[in-house]
């Protein structure tokens, strides 16, 4: 996942932000398009957009949706011819009024939008729409004779509420003992004879409290409900009473009020309720099962990333399934309905981009290619980038050029950069929270406490002569402790820094220690403030020119969308491919 992730961050050119024109044009609804319809008779033939006298080429469009989004495109249609075969096979149908009950209740739930006006934004039509319902209605009969049947239990409970753990959910400082005192008194009084019911509705704290702890008929591995829960239901006959029960809100007792094969009349419809919600959830996990089932059953061949190349053809199936073929155009149409505005801009904003840097003399060497490439090699190691390019069906040259583009971009605009003072700091941080899984409240106070003893000590010993980096190695639980507790060069806006530690040492003057410690995430900070942007010696100018490339770099990214908006403005732009 982590190399999926880093190589789509990578490869995806920055989208300019929302600035829609005051009149929206039938034949341009980009955010950047400040031209809408400017030149709409004027159509180019092969042209997805036109940048003054510039064609964005509709077959570069096609290329980066197919190589974008074919994969899982052609996985739906495979899914979807796979399953229609099967029902076919097995002579399951659907009828029409079964699709048509199922679009009443989706126009109703749409509403006050309509059916329409969602089937336009989501680029499906009515055929596609009832294709799609006639699927979902098939795919419990398809796995009908794996549906088993399920034990039921209604049930309530009695919840005592306590805190378990630091970072408690259950909104309550009682302690575990406590909670567990209460819980025996009720089991006492349950001895006694007192009614279950009776007694939730005066200890329940489970929400709604005027229910008598009613949960209402519970199944094995129902959703939303906890495991624990489950299990001591699960275990129950109609009318026991469970052991307490630890949940993440405190501790419950759990009474079984009946159970699907007994129970009374009056109950019938809730049983029958959660009977469907259970057979709905097992159709849930089975369904994608027979699904790949079905695939693997079937001899199934790609187009690859080699066929779908500049200049080449385009084959007339994406895949072939038994002899099946999934239609190209017909990928080709998805894949434009889904990505083809987008990528358009995308390739608008390239080109703008390019021409501005070439009409300012800005260009980007190869090292600085080679040094991002290097940078992600490392991010996603042990992985590769070979194994990250053939996921995402791109190339070396076509993450060297998005690459490109990316510094590209950030010189436009890093002249906007206003200077920020930088100060190299050192820290020591004493921690204040307890060890171990379990924190209470009291536990957590009096780390807090030793801390602060801790802390004081610290500066007792600063004031007798005792050198900061020193007493860092002794006693500090962050930075480089081997280099006294070295922080870096730290800037305005850093990432990955406290906010209350990073604002304590902009303010400071080189060679101040912070007079109070900071508290900070965790624990208590001393800083050291060694130089600053102003004054420093000749031996921290890498140093400080390091990470003034860094902050020129994040500060720019903001200005970016809008020199883009602005550099689009300027140019005659009409959009033939729109959402």
């Known amino acids: 996942m982590a190399i999926l992730i880093a190589i789509r961050c ?115 039509t009515p055929a596609e729409l009832r294709h799609t319902f006639r699927q979902s209605l098939a795919r419990p009969l398809l796995v009908a004779d794996q549906v088993k049947p399920a034990r039921m239990i209604r049930c309530r409970e009695i919840l005592v509420k306590c805190s378990l753990e630091e970072a408690s959910v259950s909104g309550t400082t009682r302690t575990e003992a406590a909670a567990l005192a209460i819980v025996k008194e009720i089991q006492n009084q349950l001895k006694q004879g007192k009614h279950f019911e009776d007694l939730a509705a005066q200890y329940s704290e489970s929400v709604p409290a005027d229910k008598q702890g009613d949960l209402g008929v519970l199944y094995g591995n129902m959703l939303g409900m906890e495991a624990s829960i489950l299990t001591a239901a699960m275990a129950l006959d109609k009318g026991k009473i469970s052991q307490p029960v630890q949940t993440t809100e405190g501790y419950r007792l759990i009474q079984g009020i009946s159970t699907d094969s007994d129970h009374p009349q009056t109950e019938d419809s809730l049983y029958e309720d959660a009977g469907k919600a259970c057979r709905d959830l097992q159709v849930m996990f089975l369904s994608p099962k027979i699904i790949t089932d079905l695939i693997d059953r079937s001899k199934i061949t790609f187009v690859t990333d080699e066929e779908i190349a500049p200049g080449k053809p385009l084959p007339a199936a994406a895949a072939v399934v038994d002899g099946h073929p999934i239609a190209m155009k017909d990928v080709i149409a998805k894949c434009l309905a889904e990505s083809g505005p987008k990528t358009v801009d995308i390739l608008v904003q390239n080109y703008v981009v390019d021409r501005e840097c070439r009409r300012r003399g800005i260009t980007v060497s190869e090292a600085e290619i080679d040094q991002r490439v290097s940078k992600l090699r490392d991010q996603i190691a042990p992985h590769t980038i070979e194994e990250g390019l053939a996921s995402h069906h791109t190339t070396m040259a076509g993450l060297r050029r998005d690459f490109q583009q990316e510094i590209e971009r950030t010189k436009l605009v890093v002249d906007q950069v206003k200077p920020t003072k930088m100060m190299h700091a050192r820290a020591i941080f004493v921690e204040a929270k307890p060890s171990g899984m379990f924190k209470p409240v009291s536990a957590t106070m009096g780390a807090d406490v030793e801390a602060k003893k801790l802390i004081a000590d610290i500066q007792d010993q600063l004031k007798t002569g005792k050198s900061f980096g020193e007493l860092t190695r002794q006693y500090s639980k962050t930075g480089d402790k081997s280099k006294g507790g070295d922080l870096g060069v730290l800037y305005e806006g850093m990432h990955d820094m406290d906010t209350a530690v990073l604002n304590a040492a902009l303010a400071m003057k080189e060679g101040d220690i912070s007079p109070a410690p900071i508290k900070a995430y965790g624990g208590y900070v001393l800083l050291q403030a060694i ?33 883009i908006v602005n550099l689009i403005k300027k140019s005659k732009v009409v959009y033939y491919v729109h959402s």
């Open 10 to 124: 990578m490869t995806c050119a920055i989208a300019a932000p929302a600035d829609p024109p005051s009149e929206a044009a039938p034949t341009a609804v980009f955010a950047t398009d400040a031209n809408a319809g400017a030149n709409v008779g004027e159509i180019v033939p092969g042209a997805a957009a036109m940048v003054d006298d510039h064609i964005i080429p509709m077959e570069d469009v096609v290329l980066t949706c197919l190589r974008k989004d074919r994969s899982y495109v052609v996985d739906q249609m495979i899914q979807s011819y796979v399953l229609d075969r099967e029902c076919e096979k097995r002579g399951i149908t659907v009828s029409e009024a079964e699709i048509d009950n199922r679009i009443a209740e989706l126009r109703t739930n749409l509403a006050p939008a309509t059916l329409e006006e969602t089937l336009k934004l989501h680029h499906m």
């Open 531 to 563: 130089s600053t942007s102003d004054s420093h010696a000749s031996g921290e100018d890498a140093a400080y020119a390091e990470a003034l490339a860094v902050c020129q770099n994040q500060k720019a990214q903001p200005l970016i969308p809008q020199a």
